[in-house]
């Protein structure tokens, strides 16, 4: 398998990013590590070597990219406004930098995302902002409300970035058909600690006649590795 290495100097972010390629043809996918994740994280954690054959045979072309959680999300020592606009730095980052790289070796116009965790907010996140250049989005036990990280701010720069609040009052018809093309699967499992938030998300989903796959996974399934492994063959 073709794995490169890639470091450059963000001007978005004004410092230094690093992400993993894995492949050499296919649809290009960005990967979102998880909460505060690195971007050898779903190397290490054996997720690429569970779908190798379909990266060796061309059919995908991984991009693995690094977080900024700390600086953003999880950065309680600034203000929530500066957070969720170190969040958006980054969004900027992978719009302007990161597509470019993966569509620019692909020649298309389209890329997916996917992510575990919070890996899956930002894969949703981002997919839901950008549906003319996201075609598909696969999260695997996402967490999508961001209440407790900022729990008493309601600026609009956070509300933008809470799929379960500004989905519900979405109605641009631009942004309804872009997500009408768009694969989007929300899986999970009978026991994830992140069971409600896919549901509530799907409910909203559903009544904004949004197509999507809500897949609930049984048999003691919960929020860890060994089951996206699992979800990551069946989805890839």
Known sequence: MIRNYHRWH???????????????????????PT????????????????????I???EYHLFCVDSVDAESW??????????????????????HEVATLA???????QIGVTGCSFGGFHAVNFALKHPDLVSACVSMSGAYDMTDFMPHYT???????QPLQYLPNLNDGWYWNHYQKMKLVLA?????????????LSDIL??????????????????DWSYWKQMMQKFF
């Open 56 to 58: 060796e045979q061309g």
């Open 206 to 223: 559903s009544a904004k006649s949004i197509p999507h796959l809500l897949d609930i996974w049984g048999d003691g399934t919960g929020h």
């Open 155 to 161: 600026g609009e720069d956070f509300y933008l970035n």
């Open 103 to 109: 569509l620019a070796k692909e020649g298309r116009t």
């Open 74 to 95: 999880y950065n309680r020592s600034i203000h929530p406004h500066h957070r969720v606009m170190r969040h958006n730095q980054y969004d900027d980052y992978i719009f």
């Open 35 to 54: 909460s505060k994740g690195r971007f050898f994280e779903y190397e290490d954690r054996g997720m690429i070597a569970s779908i190798a054959p379909q």
């Open 188 to 200: 999970t499992g009978e026991w994830d600690i992140c069971l409600d938030d896919n549901l509530r």
């Open 10 to 32: 963000s001007p978005n972010l004004n410092r230094d990013m690093e992400l993993l390629e894995f492949g050499h043809g296919g649809f290009p996918i960005v990967v979102f």
